[in-house]
């Protein structure tokens, strides 16, 4: 298989990964094993995100095998995650893909992070016709292609900026000009679109809407462009670190709007973390919040308070939605294999297009198109050194504040 990869530096690396990540060597083609298998942005732009994946799911495998493993057809499975690095490199994603499938014999796959490579990695998992779980994809686009072995744990994005366009109305009515600003990129750009025509409906003025290129390292020119249409909302999105340099780059130039929205860099403590003082009041939309009180749940974790235990024990920090949708979407696997009998990819693909469960990051039931159903969606906010809740009204632990 390594000979298909031109780039040796790449098949050096993957050789490396292969090694230290593939256990249970004598047992790896076994059939009372469960093979999952992750190709991870684990270096590169999307580390940070990679390694929260990562850590979640040896979490996650620590405690089923702790536990002798899960029940499947009448016999014990040990469960198995091998894993690559493909260095945050789309393309490099999807040929490792491959190699999971086809060098590896897994038999299910885990989606990286992020709706692009999402995208690829999923066109990998229809053509081998492998069941793909996507903890981190939300962009409707990536669903809309007729895949038949995709599904996403997150609800679509349409939910999120609709909802947060009707709070923000509701807690600040003089609100009236909104300018948008995103990375062009799935994720991103979907994300500002959908804001965009959510603050129409809305009754707010888009004074600004405009992409930048993936990899901008300046945001001078847009900030000021911004500044001179006076917006009272200034909604951006990218990844975190675009994100601490669009916050910062707008403190240097003198921006002030009573909102700020930085989607989804609250979520993420790393965002937190990086700009210190100037957090303080950006608001954000996310999956899911630990504030959640979900009982009586399928999987590993019967109840949210159970899942923050045992992560914050285990990192010393709180779990974010991308840590909480993939423990979930874990739990959503072992389930079909249960549901399925075996591990055959067929039948485990059948029994996941039937999902109706509760786990302890929410409900998950798929659509036709693969995506979890639409549900409400916290909206959040950085208030001095913690992360408040201001949406949905059952787990709200604060109100909104503007930005000082």
Not at 111 to 127: D, L
Not at 241 to 255: A, E, P, V
């Amino acid at each position: 298989m390594f000979g298909k990869f031109k780039d040796t530096a790449f098949v050096a690396a993957a050789a490396v990964a292969l090694v230290s990540t593939a256990s249970l060597p004598s047992a790896a083609y076994a059939a009372d094993v469960l093979r999952i298998g992750a190709p991870l942005a684990l270096t590169g732009g999307l580390a940070d995100e990679g390694k929260k994946q990562e850590g979640v799911w040896q979490l996650w495998l620590d405690k089923v095998n702790a536990a002798g493993g899960i029940k499947v057809g009448g016999k014990t499975m040990k469960v198995e995650l091998v894993k690559y690095d493909y260095q945050t490199d789309g393309k490099r994603a999807g040929q490792l893909a491959e190699k999971l499938v086809t060098d590896d014999k897994v038999d299910v796959l885990m989606a990286p992070f992020g709706s692009g490579h999402t995208k690829i990695v999923a066109a990998v998992a229809e053509r081998y016709q492998v069941p793909l779980l996507a903890c981190v994809a939300s962009s409707e686009s990536v669903y809309d292609q007729g895949f038949k072995y995709l599904f996403g744990t997150l609800a679509p994005n349409s939910g999120m900026t609709e909802a947060m366009a009707a709070l923000f109305k509701q807690k600040m009515p003089s609100t009236a000009k909104i300018a948008v600003y995103g990375r062009d990129d799935v994720f991103p750009k979907s994300m500002a679109t959908a804001m965009a025509k959510s603050a129409e409906s809305a009754g707010l003025k888009v004074v600004y809407n405009e992409l930048y290129a993936v990899g901008t390292m300046d945001h001078s020119a847009a900030m000021s462009a911004i500044k001179a249409a006076s917006p009272d909302w200034i909604y951006m999105t990218g990844y975190t670190q675009d994100l601490i340099l669009g916050r910062k780059q707008m403190k240097d130039l003198g921006i002030e709007a009573p909102i700020i929205t930085m989607v989804t860099g609250p979520a993420y403590r790393e965002f937190t973390e990086g700009l210190g003082d100037l957090a303080n009041g950006v608001t954000s939309s996310t999956w899911w919040h630990h504030a959640t009180a979900y009982t009586g749940a399928t999987g590993v974790w019967d109840t949210t308070a159970g899942f923050y235990k045992d992560f914050t024990a285990a990192f010393k920090t709180d779990p974010d939605y991308v840590h909480a949708s993939c423990a979930a979407a874990a739990d959503v696997l072992v389930n079909a294999v249960q549901k399925a009998g075996s591990t055959d990819k067929a039948k485990v693909r059948d029994a996941l297009a039937a999902t109706d469960m509760l786990t302890f990051y929410g409900p998950i039931k798929f659509g036709a198109n693969g995506m979890n159903q639409g549900r409400e969606m916290p909206v959040i906010q950085v208030q001095g050194t913690d992360i408040k809740v201001l949406y949905p009204a059952g787990i709200a632990n604060a109100d909104m504040i503007a930005v000082k």
